[in-house]
């Protein structure tokens, strides 16, 4: 092996590390007492069942991590790499379709891998706990459509970028980039009707005092509301969300079935509130330019490694092909990506809390938020108070007992 080589194998491995190390710092960070904020919705036993959550998903994590690393770099030490492209091409498929195949079958290893630790994750964790919902006929429902979905939007995508590099020269970085942007907008346009009916059945919320309050508070802060839809989450979990649909000036709100069951009215507009003012406040909009700069800074780097054979050495490929190129730099790039994730995660967490404040500031109830999410922690079993490392490395929101001192900090002012 080669010493880029080196570097990918010394890089992945510390990834690792520095996660296990994030993990144990938080699993040791856990206090069994339930903070003073969360004592009127939180029993001691419940906060250990919270407790005893985050221990068997950090500890199943590890097992993850473990098995996916240790396939990858024994299928790279023992020439899989290699192997998989001498094979490919020798169908004689042409540079498209040798590419198509070589990374579809990198990908089905990976699903394949992968699925034994999602049926345990789903049926054994996830129902020890009372969360799965999900039946059998339902999980291998929602495989199929996801693999059609990959097959249908995915395959020409990466079908796209491998012609583009291939045949468009210096200029090919870009063109990829402009093709990727109007993938990623595209599919936020046709989601809400295409794609998420899917896994899940909307049904516009029915006429009441949820509905009129929900309607008058974006009348009144001028959001675009164009329908508030609720979805039968309680089809595969127990657990509460909320989010929106849609594009532009015509977004949707769909609540989970379980959030509408559990909640007040004035705490399902303050959870709304909060949705509303990321849209408000422009956040959509710069994370995802943000976003999109991000992946024109990887294309961009990527040119410069498509035809570096030192690349193809490390992973024992003699031939260069921008298919293979796009996997090797994939995990060459991993520190880069890490850091820049590290940036999204924190400019996100800002974001979470400025909307927490916008919801204080413009709703009837501003303590109605801080509620629904002491509520919702309990009924998600959400680490209330994880290590600031792990929050740093992991969390695109701030931790919830963080986010309810500052809105009981602020609810007498705002009122």
Not at 100 to 106: A, N, P, Q, R
Not at 274 to 298: A, D, F, N, P
């Amino acid at each position: 092996m080669n010493w880029i080589g080196w570097v990918v194998l010394v890089v992945m491995l510390a990834e690792a590390g520095l996660r296990v190390a994030a993990d144990l710092l938080n699993l040791r960070h856990c206090d069994g007492k339930v903070p003073r904020e969360l004592a009127d919705v939180y029993d001691p036993k419940r906060y250990a069942e919270a407790q005893a959550y985050l221990r068997a998903r950090t500890r199943f994590g590890w097992v993850a991590t473990g098995t996916h690393l240790t396939l990858v770099v024994g299928f790279w030490l023992f020439g899989g790499f290699s192997w998989l492209d001498i094979w490919t091409r020798g169908l004689g498929l042409g540079p498209i379709f040798t590419g198509l195949l070589y990374i579809g079958v990198l990908l089905l290893a990976r699903w394949l891998t992968g699925l034994p630790l999602d049926l345990y994750a789903t049926f054994v964790i996830e129902t020890r706990f009372g969360f799965n919902r999900t039946t059998a006929g339902v999980f291998v429902s929602d495989l199929a459509k996801k693999m059609g979905l990959a097959l249908l939007l995915g395959g020409p995508l990466v079908a796209g970028v491998l012609a583009f590099f291939l045949y468009a020269g210096p200029r090919g970085w870009w063109i990829c980039w402009l093709l990727v942007t109007g993938f990623t907008l595209g599919v936020q346009y046709v989601a809400p009707t295409w794609i998420l009916p899917l896994f899940n059945r909307f049904t516009p919320l029915a006429d009441g005092p949820l509905r009129e309050a929900i309607v008058a508070y974006a009348a009144g802060i001028d959001f675009p509301l164009d329908n508030v839809m609720v979805m039968d989450g309680s089809r595969r979990s127990s657990r509460s969300n909320a989010f929106f649909t849609g594009f532009g000036r015509h977004r949707r709100i769909a609540l989970f079935d379980t959030l509408v069951q559990r909640h007040s009215v004035a705490e399902l507009v303050g959870v709304l509130a909060h949705e509303m003012g990321h849209y408000k406040l422009r956040h959509i909009g710069v994370m995802t330019v943000l976003s999109i700069l991000q992946v024109g800074l990887m294309l961009f780097v990527l040119s410069f490694f498509l035809s570096w054979q030192p690349l193809f050495d490390a992973f024992f490929v003699q031939s260069l092909s921008v298919h293979a190129g796009l996997v090797f730099f994939a995990l060459l790039y991993t520190p880069v990506d890490l850091l820049l994730g590290l940036f999204l995660q924190r400019q996100s967490r800002k974001n979470e809390m400025a909307a927490d404040r916008f919801a204080a500031e413009t709703t009837a109830a501003p303590e109605a938020l801080g509620l629904a999410l002491k509520k919702l922690s309990v009924d998600n079993l959400t680490p209330l108070n994880p290590h600031p490392f792990y929050v740093w490395l992991n969390h695109s929101h701030p931790p919830i007992l963080e986010r309810i001192r500052a809105l009981g900090a602020e609810t007498p002012s705002a009122a």
